[in-house]
């Protein structure tokens, strides 16, 4: 244990110091969770490395300080058009993130596939959710086969929305 000897000058100080210096001190490196460990983790459930037709299109950001996670990951496709991995920490008030791949392992075909909603295109926007179902129109913001996702814009006319295109002039959001 440390002592200081009390003065008038500078006791807040010292007492500052000892306390911190009484505090076990906590490796940040323990708190953060690894983003090569997610790197590792989402190759494997791909079955391929970083950059490869089916896997990450690249590793996760470096910037990223995600609370470590005590549960392993849970990983799994986002969509049918497996465009991106979604890798959550299931610990109570957990963390999600996107990983987009390069292409999906049933996308890889010698041929592309034609768009069924073209740029520009008027469509029905379909919000979906357990026992319900509302529509609106909106306008095709991109182009897209069925599967993909793509941008809308609303009758609300505010921020783009992501939607998967179901089939010509019809794109869905789910709701879980």
Known sequence: MIMLAPTRRGTAARFALALLLAVPAVASAA????????????AAFTGVPIGAPGGAARPVDRRLRLAACNAPLALSWRGDAHASVLVECPD?????????????????????????????????????????????????????????????????????????????????????
């Open 31 to 42: 708190e953060v969770q690894d983003p090569a460990a997610i790197d590792r983790e989402v």
């Open 92 to 176: 109570a008030g957990g963390w999600h993130i996107f990983v987009a791949a390069v292409t999906g392992p049933r996308a890889v075909a010698s041929t592309p596939v034609a768009p069924v909603v073209e740029r520009g295109q008027a469509v029905t926007v379909a919000v979906t959710g357990e026992g319900f179902s509302v529509s609106q129109t909106g306008e095709a913001l991109e182009s897209g086969a069925i599967g993909a996702w793509i941008k809308v814009r609303t009758q609300a006319k505010g921020d783009p929305i992501q939607a998967k295109v179901v089939r010509p002039g019809i794109v869905e959001v789910a709701v879980e």
